[in-house]
Structure formats: structure tokens, C-alpha cells
């Protein structure tokens, strides 16, 4: 993979963008399936947690691309090796817990056959069962999912904090889009 200094700011933008898309929808999803059927909210909520879900896993094959376009940045003097290994780990990690959600929410949602309307712009088809208790099962990894991708994003987050008030590195600085300015030569002579 190509190695640059910093992230694209396409990157920047999603990283972020999908940060909050998918706290967003980890707040949905454990609010609305305790909804009763009286509720107002019982058919809007599953609705736009799958629409906005579909749209994550959009923006989700375009972090992909951006990634094999423009690379990642190399990793910083104060990178430990186990550093390193534990980062990439994690960031894989993260990425495959993502594809789950989208898989078990789209076996989830369309075990009875019907399609999932997309904010009423599109239909996205179902394939209706593929195995024996499809909802449960998928329902089960998706809520299994949903709690491991938040726990590893908590750990994540934590990382990103120690690189930038212990470490005082530059790694939250290349995903906020503002690296430090460097030392001129007037103040190397100081
Ligand atoms: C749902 C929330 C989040 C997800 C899914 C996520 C995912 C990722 C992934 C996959 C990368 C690797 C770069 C890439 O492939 O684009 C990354 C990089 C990064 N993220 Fe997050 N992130 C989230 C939230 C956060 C938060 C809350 C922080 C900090 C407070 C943070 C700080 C960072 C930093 C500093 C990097 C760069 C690491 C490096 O350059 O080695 N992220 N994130
Ligand atoms: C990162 C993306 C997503 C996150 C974080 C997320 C999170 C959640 C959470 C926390 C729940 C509640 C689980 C429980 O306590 O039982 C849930 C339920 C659900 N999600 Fe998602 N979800 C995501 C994407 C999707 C997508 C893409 C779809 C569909 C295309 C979807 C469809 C559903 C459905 C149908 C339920 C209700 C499950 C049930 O009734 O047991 N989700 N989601």
C-alpha cells in the first residue's frame, strides 16, 4: 500500500463522517427495538436505521477505494513495532466489523422477503430466507457486532489519546487534518 505523510482530506471527511454515522445508528438500534407497536416511532425508526445503515456501507467501500488510492500515512518515529501491529489489527478489525453489521442488518431485515425501502428513493430487493432462523441468527450477530465495533472504537479512541497527550505525537494530528507546524530555522538557532 502507498505510504504518504498525511491523509487525503476525502479520508479525513469520512473518517469523521462515518464516526458519527455509526454512533448514531448504535443509539437507534438500541433505542428502537424496544419500541411497541403504538409507538410512533415503531416503523420510521427500523426504516432510517436501514437507510442511513445503507448509506454507511456506501461510504464504507468508498473509504476502500480512497484507501487504495491514496495510501496511509507512514508510521511516526514515536510508533512502537507492537504499536504498529496492534494499530493495523485494530483497524481491520473495525473495517470487518462494519461489513458484518451490514450483512446481518440486510439478512435481518429481509428474512421475510420484502425489500428495504431506501428513504422511499429505492427499493433495495431482498433474497427472503437463506437459512433456517435467519432473523434470529443474524439478530444475534448483529447485536453482537454492534457492542464489539463501539467497545473496539472506545479502545481506539483511547489509542488516538495516548498518541496525543502522552506520546505528543502527531497521529490524532493527521486524522484532524492539522499536523503541526514545523520548527522554522530561525527557531532551531535559539
Ligand atoms: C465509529 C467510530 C470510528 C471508526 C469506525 C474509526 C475507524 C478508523 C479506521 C478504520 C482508521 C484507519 C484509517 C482508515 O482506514 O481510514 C482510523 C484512523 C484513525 N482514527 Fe478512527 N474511527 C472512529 C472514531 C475515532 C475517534 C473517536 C477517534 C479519536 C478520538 C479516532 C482517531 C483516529 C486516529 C488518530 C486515526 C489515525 C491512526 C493512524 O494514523 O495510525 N477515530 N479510524
Ligand atoms: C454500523 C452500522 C450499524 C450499527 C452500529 C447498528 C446497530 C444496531 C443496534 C445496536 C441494534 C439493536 C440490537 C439489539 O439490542 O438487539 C440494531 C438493530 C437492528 N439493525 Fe442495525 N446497525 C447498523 C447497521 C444496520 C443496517 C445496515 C441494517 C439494515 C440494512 C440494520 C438493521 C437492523 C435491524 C432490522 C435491527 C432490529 C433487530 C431486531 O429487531 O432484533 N442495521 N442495529
Known amino acids: 500500500m502507498t505510504q504518504t505523510k498525511s491523509y487525503a482530506k476525502s479520508q479525513i471527511l469520512l473518517h469523521w463522517l462515518m464516526a458519527v454515522v455509526v454512533f448514531g445508528l448504535f443509539g437507534v438500534g438500541f433505542w428502537m427495538v424496544d419500541l411497541t407497536y403504538y409507538s410512533e416511532w ?6 432510517w436505521h436501514q437507510s442511513v445503515g445503507f448509506m454507511l456501507a456506501l461510504a464504507w467501500v468508498a473509504r476502500i ?4 488510492i491514496h495510501g496511509k500515512p ?3 518515529e514515536s510508533h512502537k513495532p507492537a504499536e504498529i501491529r496492534a494499530a ?3 483497524h481491520a478489525l473495525l473495517y470487518l466489523l462494519m461489513l ?6 440486510y439478512l435481518i431485515s429481509t428474512a421475510d422477503g420484502r425489500a428495504i425501502a431506501i428513504f422511499n428513493w429505492f427499493e433495495l430487493p431482498g433474497l ?3 437459512f433456517a432462523e435467519q432473523a434470529d441468527i443474524a439478530g444475534t450477530v448483529h ?10 472504537v472506545v479502545i481506539h479512541a483511547a489509542g488516538a489519546l495516548k498518541h496525543h497527550l502522552i506520546d505528543k505525537d502527531d497521529t490524532l494530528n493527521r486524522i484532524l487534518g492539522r499536523t503541526k507546524p514545523q520548527p522554522s530555522n530561525y527557531d532551531q538557532e535559539q
Open 42 to 47: 415503531y416503523r420510521i425508526a427500523p426504516h
Open 65 to 68: 477505494v480512497l484507501l487504495r
Open 74 to 76: 507512514s508510521p511516526l
Open 88 to 90: 493495523h489489527f485494530t
Open 100 to 105: 458484518c453489521l451490514f450483512i446481518s442488518g
Open 128 to 130: 427472503g430466507e437463506l
Open 143 to 152: 447485536q453482537y457486532a454492534a457492542y464489539g465495533l463501539i467497545a473496539l
